[in-house]
């Protein structure tokens, strides 16, 4: 039996018109008759959806009983009944309810608090109410269920979009589900969208399509309210709080309650992009999808920047609830005099009290968020979903060290050496680029039997007694030890600054001076120590063919060659995935560190099995934790982000569309001197009038961009370099935000 006939047949009705509506979980229809105007719903044939519209029958009876506010009403058929079952399907017939939908028109904050208003009345009707078929129904529109949205990620084809939706599903697990038992329980609408809120004269006034309603959290009911009030909006927090303002003012909410907003918000956004995405591929012209994805997405990414402090305290103040309280910066700075040393430094005049971070963004104790442009550590993002749950995983799993066999040593190594050249297939795992430098000195010094190091100047090579001993931005510094014997230090090979080009003829140039030391101390040099960009001299690129000069020199005389890949490796340079590619060398040596575990403590030294060899002849080697099951796992997890994210890519095209725009602030601004580096791995070259190092501007623009929220660092012999090195999350948008920063405080 057609629709026509079922509406005439059961209803009596004298129809007009019937037109097909969009919608999930039934299909809908206008139905425009002599009688009125409805709207018909077709579910497929089932008890449980019998008992649920009888039980939404007795929802909307109660419902309809508040003043002044419209709901649905079911029309029964001729018989009596509330609905009709023909041919394999339900037919349920509701009232049309009038109204302009809250999505079509302007919002007012009175409008907002009217929406807030009318959820808060409609749950307090209901909060007696109790439907025991919708206290046992589970589905993906349930904030309580984030999981089974999970399976649907896959479907985001975006890699950096599902990592978003990703990490805010971790933040749901970590906020949230903890105290599932202590948030009140209800029967809701559950689905307050702007779609589904009908107003008249700046009020709410009704609400449709009760298709979602469940028995769940009441916080959901305003959470998701507050994320369809705040899409497309430049300032999207201030309305979301305007309706939690109306909401808390009908049914106040509890402390926790307040307190999980900012990530319920982010659980419906989660949900909403997931199911799109899904329902996306069945339905990709649907009007009736894109037009909530796509503010959802925006507000995704609005809502990563909000600091979750600051989300937290403004709902609390709506609320009427006092300020949490935390340790304070000071109290941290008093902790810190009393039980730490002076020389533990500290970035900024006025230091950081960092609380949080998600990606390129850190969060601060005093509510703000830091576009973070100088972290290299944390190289595919802070707290990186894929990374963390890695993590999580293993440390849940097995945590031992490598006098036992486990998988996850073997998966790592191999993943990781095969990244490297032959015949680098060696690797021996530690803590720290600083352990790892430390340990491949005692290799060389084994392997060659002799002892002195020759290393760049300005260079750094970590904390430990060796690496000090061959770092001459430590041993040079105001307060170091000077330089010892063992140690041969030659000029940095810096094209910048020099009578030459890179051409060839600035290598050239800086290598003979490196050979004649080579020369002088001939058959005494265990190894030549270099980073590929020397970084604490100020970004500095090696000059082209210098490598190719001086790693002959080094082995003819019985020596080795290492590379410090600690700061620049894991593809951070674009071009390439390790430093050393750039000049076309193999070293003998490779150190890695900091970025191999995305803020993790670990490094590691490879090699090849000639020099294992030697090694293997004196003491025992092992690390208590290097190369533990926990860290492999998160070592890998990096390495499949890069690959499967693009990273290295992505740090190639990003690096050079931010040399690009800085190299246009150059032509305006004489105070920069030089723009150099690879990738994401820049430094900036700050200068006075004269062409002299300008220590005191470079300090200036790293303090005054701290001021708008933005994180560089300052290094190189005069402390007049502008270091950007961010974490690969880092993007155009974020390129467009920095430069235009620089540009203002240079002006």
């Not at 008759?33 to 009876?61: C, D, M, P, T, W």
């Not at 809120?197 to 009704?206: A, S």
């Not at 690797?427 to 680029?433: A, K, M, P, R």
């Not at 994401?680 to 009038?689: P, R, V």
Request: glycine fraction near 8%; include cysteine.
């Amino acid at each position: 039996m057609g629709i026509n006939n079922i509406l005439k047949e059961y209803y009596k009705l004298q129809l007009n018109s019937v037109s097909r509506l969009e919608g999930y979980g039934s299909t809908n229809y206008k139905v425009e008759a002599k009688e009125g105007i409805f709207i018909l719903k077709i579910y497929q044939n089932s008890i449980r959806i019998k008992k649920e519209l009888h039980a939404e029958e007795r929802v909307l009876q109660q419902l309809n009983t508040i003043r002044n506010s419209s709901f649905p009403k079911g029309i029964a058929t001729s018989s009596g009944e509330v609905f009709v079952v023909e041919s394999g399907n339900i037919y349920r017939l509701l009232t049309f309810v009038e109204g302009s939908f809250l999505g079509e028109i302007r919002h007012t904050p009175a409008l907002l608090e009217s929406f807030g208003s009318f959820l808060g009345k409609m749950d307090l009707k209901l909060l007696t109410h109790q439907e025991e078929v919708f206290e046992a129904r589970e589905i993906p529109w349930d904030l309580r269920h984030l999981h089974l949205s999970s399976p649907l990620l896959q479907f985001i084809s975006d890699p950096s979009a599902r990592n978003l939706v990703s990490y805010f599903m971790l933040q749901f697990r970590e906020h949230v589900a903890p105290f599932a038992s202590n948030y009140r329980k209800s029967l809701i609408h559950n689905d307050g969208n702007d779609w589904n809120i009908l107003t008249d004269h700046n009020k709410v006034t009704g609400i449709i399509d009760f298709g979602d309603m469940c028995h769940t959290w009441l916080v959901n009911e305003v959470a998701i309210g507050m994320t369809y009030a705040m899409m497309q909006k430049d300032h999207p927090l201030d309305s979301g709080l305007k309706v939690l303002e109306g909401y808390h003012r009908e049914f106040p909410l509890t402390e926790m309650e307040c307190d999980s907003l900012y990530y319920l918000i982010a659980t419906r956004l989660c949900i909403s992009v997931c199911q799109s995405a899904f329902n996306s591929r069945e339905n990709p012209k649907s009007d009736y999808i894109t037009i909530s994805e796509n503010g959802a997405w925006k507000l995704l990414y609005q809502w990563l920047k909000i600091n979750p402090l600051h989300a937290k305290r403004k709902c609390r103040e709506v609320c009427g609830f006092a300020n949490t309280k935390s340790v304070s910066g000071t109290a941290l700075l008093e902790h810190r005099r009393k039980h730490f040393g002076k020389n533990l430094s500290l970035s900024y005049k006025k230091p950081i009290h960092m609380v949080g971070a998600a990606f390129q963004y850190m969060y601060d104790a005093e509510e703000n968020t830091f576009l973070d442009a100088y972290n290299n550590i944390m190289l595919v993002g802070h707290c990186h979903p894929h990374v963390v749950q890695a993590g999580q995983k293993a440390m849940a799993t097995l945590n031992t060290n490598t006098r036992y066999i486990y998988n996850a040593l073997r998966d790592y190594s191999d993943a990781l050496l095969k990244r490297f050249p032959e015949p680098l297939n060696k690797v021996y795992f530690v803590n720290s680029g600083s352990e790892a430098t430390d340990l491949a000195i005692r290799m060389a010094r084994a392997h060659t039997l002799k002892k002195k190091i020759m290393v760049l100047e300005h260079g750094y090579h970590g904390h430990t007694q060796s690496g000090m001993e061959i770092s001459s931005y430590k041993f040079n510094a105001d307060l170091g030890n000077g330089k010892p014997e063992d140690t041969l230090e030659t000029p940095m090979p810096k094209v910048y600054g020099s009578s030459w080009e890179n051409d060839g003829s600035a290598g050239a140039a800086y290598a003979q001076n490196a050979l004649k030391l080579i020369e002088k101390h001939s058959g005494s040099i265990a190894a030549f120590n270099a980073e590929p960009i020397v970084g604490c001299g100020g970004q500095v690129p090696l000059a082209k063919g210098y490598l190719n000069a001086i790693y002959p020199a080094i082995r003819e005389q019985g020596g080795i060659c290492i590379s410090d890949e600690v700061q620049v490796g894991f593809g951070r340079l674009g071009e390439v995935f390790w430093g050393f590619e750039l000049y076309d060398v193999i070293p003998d040596i490779v150190v890695i560190g900091k970025p191999m575990g995305n803020g993790h403590p670990m490094g590691a030294v490879i090699t090849t099995d000639a020099i294992a060899s030697s090694f293997e002849k004196g003491p025992e080697f092992f690390s208590s934790f290097g190369g533990n099951p926990v860290s492999c796992a998160i070592g890998l997890a990096v390495l499949e982000v890069i690959e499967n994210e693009k990273k290295q890519e992505h740090a190639l095209q990003t690096g050079e569309y931010l040399k690009k725009q800085l190299h246009g602030l150059q032509i305006k601004h004489k105070t920069i001197g030089d723009v150099r580096g690879h990738g994401l791995f820049l430094g900036i070259e700050m200068i006075d009038e004269k062409g002299q190092p300008n220590t005191e501007l470079a300090g200036f623009l790293k303090n005054r961009l701290r001021e708008q929220f933005i994180l560089v660092g300052t290094d190189g012999p005069y402390d007049n370099v502008i270091k950007i090195k961010p974490p690969l999350a880092f993007n155009k948008f974020d390129v467009d935000e920095l430069v235009a920063q620089i540009g203002t405080i240079l002006s």
